[in-house]
Every structure is written in C-alpha cells, then in structure tokens.
C-alpha cells in the first residue's frame, strides 16, 4: 500500500530522511515511532505528499506520488494532529465539502457522509456548529472527514495526542473498526500502549529507519530474551557480577543504579533457581523479580544504540 | 480545472461568510460606509473662504469702482469678505493672512476708478499658498469677479501666491471648487482596499487554521483553491461593493454618470477580479495574517498617492512615473474619469482596459506559481 525507496529530503545541508524503505502491506496498521526529531513527522508529510523527497520514489496504492499526485492523493486519507477543518460550518458542511474536492459521485454523497458520520457515533449531531463541539467530537469529525471518500490508505499524525486515556480506548476501537472494513493505517504515535496495538512497527532514529517488526518481534530483536531484575546488597556487587558472567542462562547483565538487569533465556527457570546458587556463592540476594519488557524499554534501548553509534562515527 | 471543486470553494466561502458577523460587516457593509463618508468629504463646494478687501480707491466723482468690486466680492458664494477700508497697511494684512486668519486679501489702488473709466486698472491680490486648493478656489473666485468690473473690461489681476513659490501664479481658469473629480478614483481605492484585504486574508487564515494542510494532501489543485477565493470575493463581496459604491455616488452623493454605465461596471469588475489577484498572492506569500494585512495596506497607500487620483501624474518628478504607470489604479482612476465625468466612449478607455486585464491575469498566473512553490 505504501512502498518507498531510498525516499531522502534534505533541508540545506541536513538530512532530514535519509534513505527510508518502507512496505506497508494492505490491511494492517503499521506504527510508526522514533523520538522527537527522527524525521517521522517528515516522512508522513512526504508519504502524503505535502513535501517532495530530494531523493527517492514514493508509491500510494500503486500511484507515484511525484508523477501522478492528484491520483495517489485521493487514494488517501489524512487526520492531522491538530483539529483543521472549518470551525463555522456544521459538521455535515465540512463532510460535505471534502467529498465534493474527493468527487465523490454525487449519487453517493449523502449515504458515505451518513455512513462516516453514523460509524464515528455523529449522525444525531450532524446540524451542529463544529466550532461548538468538545475537543473528542472535533477528532472524531476530523477522522470521519478523512474517510469520507473511502481511502485505501489512512494516515494519522499522533491521532491521540493530549486525549484523555479512556478517550484513546475509545479512538483505538474506531481505529480496528475501520481496519476491519480493509483500510491499511499508517500511525504516528509516541504512546507505547498504542504501538502494542500495531500489526507492525517501524521506528525511526536520526532520520534513518533502524528497524520493522510487530511488536514481538522488536522486542525480541532488541532486546535479545526475557529479563529478570536482581538486587543484592553494595557490598555484594562486584562478586555477584563476577558470578554471573559464569552463569550460563544469562545473556546480558546491564548493571543499571542499585540493581543489575539480566537478560536470559528462561526467566522463570532463574527465578527459581538463582537465588539459591547465590547464597551457595556467598552473596545474599535482597530481590530478584521477573520483568515484564515494554516497548519502552525497546525504544530506550534502540535510540541508545542508535546515539552510541552515531557517536562513534 | 474541474468545475466543481472551484464551485465548492466558493460556497463554503459564503458559509464561512455568513456565519460570522465580523466579516459580513467588514465586507459588505465597510466599504458602502466609506463611499459614503469619504466621497461625501469630496462633494462640496468650498465657500465662504475668509477674505480681506483694503479699498483705498478715492472714487471718480459719484463713482467709487473700489466700493462696487467690493460689493461684487461680498455677494460671491465662495467669498467671505472682511472689509478694511484704507486704514490697514499692506503688510498688516499679510500678517493676517500668515496667521491663518484670512486665505486671501484683494488691495484696490487709491486711482482704481479713474484707472477703470481708461480702462487699465490693476487690483493687487495676495492668496495663502500653503493651502493651494483654498487658494486656487479664492484666487479664482476674485479673479471672476474682478473680470466682470467695469464696462470696458481691461482690469487687471495679479494674484500672488504667498508662503509657496511652488504654487506660482495661478492660472485664473483652474475651477478647483468642484472636487467630484476625485470621486472615481475614491470608489476605486475603496474596492481595492476591501477585496485586497480580505483576499490577503485567505490563504494565510486556512494556514493559521491549519485547514490548509486539510486541502494539500486532497486532490484539489493551487489553481482550483485560488480560482473559486477569487471568484468567491469577486461575485460576491466584490459585485456587492461596486453596486454600494455607485448607488451612493449617483443618489446620495449626487454624481451623474456622464458616460456608459455598462462600461463603468465592467471596468471596476475586472478591476475588482485584478486587486482580489494581488490580494491572493499576497496570501500565498505571508507567513501570517499580520503580515499579510501590513503588505496590503503599504501597498494601497502607494497606489492611493502615486495613481494619480489625487495628485496628477504628469506633475510627479520623471523617475516615478513609471511606478505609478505600473500601479492598476492608475488605469482604474484614469479610465473612470473619462467614463463617469467626460462621457468617453469604449475607444476612449481602451488601454486602461487592457492593462487591467493584463494585471488581472498577471496576478492569478503569480499566485498559481507560488502558491506550488510554497507547498514545500
């Protein structure tokens, strides 16, 4: 649905994409993470077609959009992250109007808009100012807006951004309903609990696409097995990190303030059996407790690496 | 350019248009209100202009021509007239004139009525230069009346201009008492001032608004967004304007259109369409309302002082000619005046058509160009 290569912009003398593959596949939704300053927002401009790459080629549902602009655009839908339709029209005015640029053919007009409207929970409100409306409802007219002319492909810049928790819940059903009815998504977003929503994740550092995975997957990728925290008293440290170098179910120890975090490859199996070992070797253990990795920690872990490379070039 | 969209532009422009009392009232209402005051400012006629007389004529017998001039003077309309007699020295009335308390001062000689009946008499008259449509208009007045003294004719007039060298002597034919000249190229800076800025307002606000990038990623194309804002402001802040702006001038403001008005309504039409374009590409390069609305109003104030409606082109200094030739009101202003107050016909004003519409298509042709440019 989305197929990129080597997609690069570059303002003056800074890379601001540099060289982006991507394939998104139809009907999944693919997330899209990095920190601040990645190049995430300017790579969904330039999908949507609001910048040009320097370098590169875009496709939108088989359409170039360079070459063939008009065509890959209505191919796609777009809900920016902040509100931008017409506060002084009413909601069925905006819907309306943006069907119309999209030439929706006009027999169908009312029935998509009733459609959209009925789908976001709208319709009774349809006569309303949208001006009037609390910051949820304008979401959800922004959302409706953007699928009125039924794209393949839908595009959503940090759609949850400054919404109450419960509201997001409510935005991620919507989100899988409109999965459901075929619609491939591409998703900004900087919250983790949603990414875990995602059939795919593409995260994006220094402008580079480091990696694409589901969920698990990353997790997998990054952080290399399950983990289990361990504390032991200051005095016990440097033994106990000496004795866990010769342990053979540890893969990693990342000694991180008073604890030291294992990466292993049965966590369960270490729970059970480490401390005793370690009373065995003489170090008493204060604590020691599975891990649940979130992907935060995989997005912690990834933009450190990413630094730490990039430092040493 | 599909059709449509542009139609869809246009009428989700009256919606917008509609549902706020601010800009129906800045729109439609604003311009109607200035016609009407402004152009009622230009209406009238300068009278009672404040006057001295000083007659030292010592008359011909039972004839005294210097009471008679004096006399004459009293009944103009124009005139005001303080009668000194002979006791006030010529250089006192300067003085008073200096001090703003007199526009004009007319001096009869003691020998005027035995000059007149020779029929080679000479009345002195010192005008305040510093205010020249004042003393054009009193010059002028006096110079009427003094003309008329006598039956051989054969009197005299020098009037001198004083305070403004630049004034020189005053031509005695110039009738600056009828300012309606002024009215075309009032309609003109008021059309141009209301769809200027209300166009340099459009694309900026959709910016601000954000509902700009709402539009770029749909397939609507720079040429069919700018094409129904032109049209929008046009058909209908702009024919509302021009419509308002005649039927005050002609009603309320009392000025008959000399010429075709067909041909007047066409003219500010298209020049309605031409300031609505530089409006729009105003818009396309602001960064912000603000900017935006301080570029429009700069760029108005230039073409109400350099066009030539209120001070004559060929009076500038030769190095601004040609900005004032490339300014739209200039063509406006000069082709109104032919058709509203000489009666000219098509021919007459067929070059201020043609660069109007050259303008016109310059504008919407710069705005498409930056406009793509600036999506970037």
Not at chain 1, 219 to 236: F, H, M, N, T, Y
Not at chain 2, 125 to 133: A, I, K, L, R
């Amino acid at each position: 649905m989305i197929l990129t290569k080597d997609m690069t912009i570059q303002f003056g003398k800074f890379v601001a994409v540099d060289h982006v593959n991507l394939d998104v596949k139809r009907g999944e939704i693919f997330g899209f993470l990095g920190p601040n300053g990645a190049g995430k927002t300017t790579t969904e401009r330039m999908l949507c077609g609001l910048l040009t790459p320097t370098y590169g080629t875009i496709q939108i549902a088989g359409y170039d959009m360079v070459k063939h602009a008009e065509a890959a655009k209505t191919h796609l839908g777009y809900m920016p992250q902040k509100f931008s339709l017409y506060d002084d029209l009413k909601i069925w005015e905006n819907l309306e109007f943006f069907a119309g640029i999209y030439q929706v053919p006009k027999k169908d007009r009312k029935e998509r808009i009733e459609a959209k409207l009925e789908l976001m929970q709208l319709l009774e409100y349809k006569n309303r100012i949208t001006g009037n409306l609390s910051g949820g409802m304008k979401q959800r007219v922004s959302l409706a807006t953007a699928l009125v002319h039924e794209p393949p492909l839908l595009f959503l810049d940090e759609p949850t951004a400054g919404v109450d928790p419960a509201l997001r819940a409510v935005f991620w059903n919507y989100f899988r309903k409109i999965k459901q009815s075929g619609v491939t998504i591409f998703v900004n977003t900087h919250y983790m609990d949603e990414a875990i929503q995602c059939d795919r994740l593409g995260l994006m550092n220094r402008g580079r696409l480091l990696m694409v995975d589901t969920p698990e997957g990353l997790k997998e990728r990054v952080i290399g097995g399950q983990a289990v925290d361990l504390w032991v008293s200051p005095s016990d440290s440097a033994k106990t990190s000496e004795f866990l170098k010769n342990y053979p179910l540890v893969k990693r120890i990342e000694p991180t303030g008073d604890k030291f975090r294992l990466i292993v490859t049965d966590s369960d199996e270490v729970v059970l059996k480490l401390p005793e070992m370690l009373d065995k070797a003489g170090i008493r253990p204060l604590r020691i407790r599975l891990v649940d990795i979130t992907l935060d920690d995989v997005f912690v872990k990834l933009i450190d690496t990413g630094r730490d490379t990039r430092d040493i070039e | 350019m599909n059709a449509e969209r542009i139609y869809l532009v246009i009428k989700k422009e009256i919606n917008l248009l509609f549902r706020s009392k601010g800009l129906i009232l800045t729109a439609l209402l604003l311009p109607c209100i200035i016609t009407l005051v402004v152009g009622f400012a230009f209406t009238g006629n300068i009278k009672n202009v404040p006057i001295i007389v000083i007659n030292e004529d010592k008359g011909h017998g039972d004839l005294n021509y210097g009471l008679v001039l004096t006399n004459q003077l009293s009944r103009s309309d124009e005139l005001d007239v303080k009668y000194f007699g002979n006791w006030l020295p010529i250089q006192s009335g300067i003085d008073l004139i200096r001090n703003g308390k007199y526009s004009a001062m007319v001096f009869i000689p003691q020998d005027f009525s035995d000059r007149v009946l020779l029929g080679k008499a000479l009345v002195l008259v010192y005008v305040d230069g510093s205010d020249p449509v004042v003393g054009y208009t009193s010059s002028s007045a006096i110079v009427t009346v003094v003309s008329q003294i006598g039956s051989k004719g054969g009197v005299f007039v020098q009037p001198d201009f004083l305070f403004n060298t630049n004034v020189g002597v005053a031509s005695s034919s110039i009738q600056l008492n009828q300012l309606r000249f002024v009215i075309p190229g009032q309609v003109g800076v008021t059309i141009a001032a209301s769809l200027t800025s209300l166009a340099a307002a459009t694309i900026v606000a959709e910016r601000e608004r954000g509902s700009f990038e709402q539009l770029l990623v749909s397939p609507i194309t720079p040429a069919e967004l700018l094409m129904g804002k032109i049209l929008y402001h046009v058909l209908l802040v702009g024919i509302v304007d021009i419509v308002t702006c005649l039927f005050v001038v002609t009603v309320f403001l009392d000025v008959r259109i000399a010429g075709n008005l067909m041909l007047v309504f066409l003219m500010l039409f298209m020049y309605a369409i031409a300031s609505t374009g530089f409006g729009v590409l105003i818009s396309v390069i602001s960064k912000s309302q603000i900017e935006a609305a301080e570029v429009a109003i700069f760029s108005l104030t230039f073409q109400v002082w350099l066009s030539g409606i209120v001070y004559p082109i060929r009076a500038m200094p030769l190095i601004l000619r040609p900005v004032a030739y490339m300014l739209p009101l200039t063509y406006l202003g000069d082709g109104l005046r032919a058709l509203m107050i000489r009666g000219s016909d098509f021919a007459t004003v067929q070059n201020d058509f043609i660069a109007i519409i050259i303008y016109m298509v310059a504008m919407f042709a710069l705005a498409v160009h930056f406009f793509s440019k600036r999506i970037d």
